[in-house]
């Protein structure tokens, strides 16, 4: 499985930005899709997740702020940040794994990892 990554910019606190994340040579549609980050001199962290029955997981810091989706037709899973703050200023990584896991919050918990893209929150 191959996961590409993109969407990644500056943006002004407060702003919005979609990150989308393609993959290829898997069964997508049966697969958990999602998204970590990491921000400089920190450890990777959860941001969101979405099951194959579309069921989305969040971490506290992004819940109602962020959207995780999918669109199955195009193999593509989006990640939607609203109200950005300096803080979410990070190198988000789109991950995917089958089957669903209960330690869905876990990097160590996902083989396939896009390459990142670059988020920066700033005035």
């Known amino acids: 499985v191959q996961l590409q990554a993109s969407g990644g910019g500056l943006v002004q606190p407060g702003g919005s930005l979609r990150l989308s994340c393609a993959a290829s040579?898997?069964?997508?549609?049966?697969?958990?899709m999602g998204w970590f980050r990491q921000a400089p001199d920190k450890e990777r962290e959860f941001v969101g997740v979405?099951?194959?029955?579309?069921?989305?997981y969040y971490a506290d810091s992004v819940k109602s702020r962020f959207t995780v989706s999918r669109d199955n037709a195009k193999n593509t899973v989006y990640l939607q940040m609203n109200s950005l703050k300096p803080e979410d200023t990070a190198v988000y990584y789109c991950?995917?794994?089958?089957?669903?896991?209960?330690?869905?919050?876990?990097?160590?918990?996902?083989?396939?990892w896009g390459q990142g893209t670059l988020v920066t929150v700033s005035s």
């Open positions: 991950v995917a794994r089958w089957p669903h896991t209960l330690r869905y919050y876990s990097a160590n918990e996902y083989p396939y």
């Open positions: 040579g898997g069964t997508f549609s049966g697969f958990t």
């Open positions: 979405i099951r194959e029955n579309r069921a989305t």
